[in-house]
């Protein structure tokens, strides 16, 4: 997954404004105690991250 195709996922099901809430504020254990900005800046796959969030926010199966 690219980063492009995530931000638009993130928009697409939270909404821009919530979309950067949770990328930049919610820290995640299962991202070694990072929010999903950090865990990208240190390397973890954007595909990793985005499926973290999907089972944090109960993402239906058809929009991950």
Known sequence: MRLQEFWSRMESQFGSMRAQSV????????????????????????RRVWQEICKEYDVPPKDR
Do not use: K
Not at 32 to 46: K, S
């Open 23 to 46: 990328s930049h504020d919610h820290v995640f254990g299962a991202l070694g105690g990072r929010t999903p900005v950090q865990a990208i800046e240190a390397g973890l796959p954007v």
